[in-house]
C-alpha cells in the first residue's frame, strides 16, 4: 500500500510512524481546511453545497464559522468580495462542480477587477476523471486561471502549502482572487497539520524609489497648476490621513474615481468633484486647466487616464506601473507602497500654486446644483438626498450598477471610504442587493441600504431569502422608473429609439411583501423618509418600492470627460 493510499485507510487523529524517526497526528482533510481559514480570521463562507463538500462544511462548523447558504453562487462571490474589502481578510465563497463554478465565477471576476481580497473554492472531479465524459465536468482550473491571481488543486500532500501561498496572493498587491480546485475524493482525505501551525502573513509592499520620488517632487514644484487624481489604490491602502494631511499642505485641487470617494472629503475646498459619473463633463471645466495630473494610488480600472486628462505630463504614484497609450507623456513613475511616499510627500515645502480656490468651491457647488434639475415629479435625486438625510452618518450606502450609479458617484458625500460601496471595474448588474448583506454582516452595528434600479433588483432578488433566514436588517431601495434608464440614455444619443428597454408595467411589486420580506411604497420625499425610518427599526430585511420619473438622467449622464 502507497504511503498516501495508507493516510486514507486511517481514521483522523490516528498517529502513524512515517520512516524510522517521526511520528505524525494525522487529522481529516476537511477539518485541517477549516482550521487553516479560522486561523486567518474568517468567519463566514458563502456558497451552495454540495455532496462532495458536506465534510468541508461540517468542519467549517464545529470551527466557529459560519456557512452562509445563499442563493445564487454569483451573490456568494459578491458577498465574499465586500467581506474581504471591509475587514483586509480573504473573503471565502464556495461553489459545487460545472454550474455552480460558472455562476460563481462572476463574483469572482468582481473580486478580480474591483481588487478584493478573496478565495474561492470548487468542487472538481477526481483526478483520475479529468479527461473522462462526467456529468458537470468542465475545466474549473481554466474557467478561473483568467479571473484570479492563482488557480490551484489541493491535494493530500499540498494543504499547508496550498493555503499559505492562497493566502498571501490573495492579499499581495494588487490584492485579488484566488481559486482552489477541490477534488471530490479528498471528503475522506487525511491530511498532517503543519509543524507549529499555520502563519499567514502579508507581503510587505516595495518601498518606492528616493530617484523616482525625488523626480516628482521636482515636476510637481516647477507646475503651475497641478491636479490630483485619486483612485481605487488610495482607498484601499488606507491612506485617506496622510492623504489629506499632504493636499492641506499643497493646497492642490483633488479629483477622485468614484471607488476612491471619501479619501478626500467632498466638502474639503480643494475637492473638485468625482470623474467618470454624472456631470463630471461640468468637472472637466477644472481639471481641463491644468498643466500637470499627478495620480495617486490612480488604478485606470475604473476610469483610463486619457479618457478624461488633459494632454500634459503625468506623474504617477502607486503600487503598479502607469497603463495609457504612447500619446500621452508619463514623466515620472513612482511605483511601490504607498505610505512612504506619502511620509515622502507629506516631509516636503510646497509652492503656491496659481489655483483660484474660490473658482473651485463654486464649480464644485454649480456641479452639485446641476444633480437637481427643475421636475415636476419625484427624482432619483430627491430620492437620493432623503436618503443622505436620514442614512446615520457612520452607515454604508451600496449602490447597485445602472443610470443611478453614474447619479451617487458625484451626488453621494461620503467623508470616509467604504462608506459608498460600488463595483466599478467588473460593474455587474444585481451585484448591490448581495453586496449590502456582506457589509451588514461584516460590520453589523452599521446601518447598511442597497440602492438598487428595477432591472438590476431582479437579478438578484433571490438573496431576500437569505437576508430572511438569516435575519440580516438590510433595507433595499429599488428605483422604480420601469426600464433600464442608462441604456435608454445611450439609445438616444446615438438616435435609436428605446427598444428592449422597458421592464414592466403598472406597479413593480403589486403586493405588501416580496419572498415574505415587507414592502413599503414611497412616491415622494416624505414618504420615502418615513419608509425608511420604518425599515431601520425594523428586525430584518425590508423593501422600499420608489417609484421615480428618471427622465432627469438625460442630462445627468456626462456626454464628454474632456
Not at 191 to 210: N, V
Not at 257 to 265: D, E, F, R
Amino acid at each position: 500500500m502507497s504511503y498516501s493510499a495508507l493516510t486514507r485507510a486511517v481514521r483522523p487523529g490516528v498517529r502513524l510512524a512515517r520512516g524510522n524517526s517521526k511520528e505524525v497526528f494525522w487529522v481529516q482533510l476537511a477539518e485541517e481546511f477549516a482550521r487553516s481559514l479560522q486561523t486567518m480570521g474568517v468567519r463566514y463562507v458563502f456558497g451552495i453545497p454540495g455532496g462532495p463538500s458536506i465534510a468541508f462544511m461540517d468542519a467549517i462548523r464545529r470551527q466557529g464559522m459560519e456557512f452562509i447558504l445563499v442563493s445564487h453562487e454569483e451573490a456568494a462571490g459578491v458577498m465574499a468580495d465586500v467581506t474581504g474589502r471591509l475587514t483586509g481578510v480573504p473573503g471565502v465563497c464556495h461553489a459545487t462542480f460545472g454550474p455552480g463554478a460558472t455562476h460563481l465565477a462572476t463574483g469572482v471576476g468582481g473580486a478580480l477587477l474591483d481588487r478584493s481580497p478573496l478565495i474561492a473554492f470548487t468542487t472538481e472531479v477526481r483526478p483520475e476523471d479529468l479527461d473522462r465524459k462526467v456529468q458537470m465536468n468542465i475545466d474549473h482550473q481554466a474557467l478561473f486561471r483568467p479571473l484570479t491571481k492563482w488557480t490551484t488543486r489541493l491535494t493530500e500532500d499540498n494543504l499547508t502549502e496550498t493555503m499559505t501561498k492562497a493566502y498571501q496572493v490573495a492579499t499581495a498587491e494588487v490584492t485579488g482572487p484566488v481559486h482552489i480546485g477541490v477534488p471530490s475524493n479528498l471528503d475522506t482525505a487525511a491530511a498532517e497539520p503543519p509543524e507549529g501551525g499555520y502563519r499567514f502573513e502579508k507581503s510587505a509592499g516595495g518601498d518606492p524609489s528616493p530617484v523616482a520620488l525625488e523626480q516628482a517632487f521636482s515636476l510637481m514644484s516647477k507646475a503651475r497648476r497641478p491636479i490630483v487624481a485619486l483612485g481605487l489604490t488610495a482607498a484601499r491602502r488606507g491612506c485617506s490621513a496622510a492623504i489629506r494631511r499632504w493636499i492641506e499642505k499643497s493646497r492642490i485641487p483633488v479629483v477622485v474615481t468614484p471607488m476612491a470617494k471619501g479619501v478626500v472629503p467632498e466638502s474639503h475646498p480643494c475637492y473638485a468633484g468625482a470623474l467618470f459619473h454624472a456631470l463630471s463633463d461640468r468637472v472637466a471645466d477644472i481639471y481641463r486647466q491644468a498643466d500637470l495630473v499627478i495620480g495617486l494610488g490612480y488604478d485606470p480600472i475604473e476610469f483610463n487616464y486619457e479618457q478624461w486628462m488633459p494632454k500634459v505630463p503625468l506623474v504617477h504614484i502607486d503600487t503598479s506601473k502607469a497603463d495609457i497609450t504612447p500619446d500621452y507623456d508619463v514623466a515620472c513613475e513612482v511605483v511601490g507602497d504607498l505610505v512612504p511616499a506619502l511620509e515622502y510627500l507629506n516631509a516636503r515645502t510646497w509652492p503656491v500654486y496659481q489655483w483660484d480656490m474660490a473658482e473651485i468651491g463654486e464649480n464644485r457647488k454649480k456641479v452639485m446644483d446641476g444633480l437637481f434639475p427643475a421636475s415636476t415629479g419625484f427624482t432619483p435625486s430627491q430620492a437620493i438626498a432623503v436618503l443622505q438625510e436620514v442614512l446615520p452618518g457612520d452607515g454604508i450606502l451600496t449602490a447597485d450598477v445602472g443610470a443611478h450609479l453614474h447619479l451617487l458617484g458625484q451626488l453621494w458625500r461620503s467623508g470616509e471610504p467604504n462608506k459608498l460601496l460600488m463595483t466599478n471595474g467588473w460593474s455587474s448588474m444585481g451585484w448591490g442587493l448581495p453586496a449590502a448583506l456582506g457589509a451588514k454582516l461584516s460590520r453589523p452595528e452599521k446601518t447598511v441600504v442597497c440602492v438598487t434600479g428595477d432591472g438590476g433588483f431582479l437579478m438578484n432578488c433571490g438573496e431576500l431569502m437569505t437576508a430572511r433566514r438569516y435575519g440580516i436588517n438590510t433595507v433595499t431601495v429599488v428605483l422604480c422608473d420601469h426600464s433600464l434608464s442608462l441604456i435608454e440614455v445611450k439609445q438616444e444619443r446615438k438616435n435609436v429609439p428605446a427598444y428592449a428597454t422597458r421592464l414592466y408595467k403598472d406597479d413593480y411589486f403589486n403586493a405588501g411583501s416580496f419572498l415574505g420580506v415587507p414592502v413599503l411604497r414611497a412616491r415622494d420625499p416624505g414618504e420615502l423618509k418615513a419608509a425608511l425610518l420604518s425599515a431601520f427599526a425594523a428586525n430584518g430585511p425590508v423593501i422600499i418600492e420608489a417609484t421615480v420619473d428618471g427622465a432627469s438622467y438625460t442630462d445627468l449622464i456626462a456626454r464628454s470627460y474632456k
